[in-house]
């Protein structure tokens, strides 16, 4: 295809293309390999750890770890978006 035609394609139209093309190699970039990062440890206080647990089962995930992962994950993304959101809200008023 050529990329000089910005067209947007349709999931569809894609599809069609990604099946066209899978058995042609020329067509494919050459694969990417990606390494998982090494795990980061993190020491919780005995009855910190104890209430965790408790609510990993609660939420029925396999582990403690699986669980707060998610926690964590989810309590960045809220920061991140409320620095994001003070960060425009500043240059709003400097410009």
Partial sequence: MNTKNKKKL????IDNL???QADNNSAWEKPIRVRRGKKASVSLPAE?????AF???LHR???MEEWLTHVIQERIELE?????GVKQDLTTKAG
């Fill in 10 to 13: 349709s999931e569809k139209e």
């Fill in 18 to 20: 990604v099946t066209a």
């Fill in 48 to 52: 910190l750890a104890t209430r965790a």
């Fill in 55 to 57: 609510l990993a089962q």
């Fill in 61 to 63: 995930t396999k582990n």
């Fill in 80 to 84: 991140e978006a409320a620095f994001m």
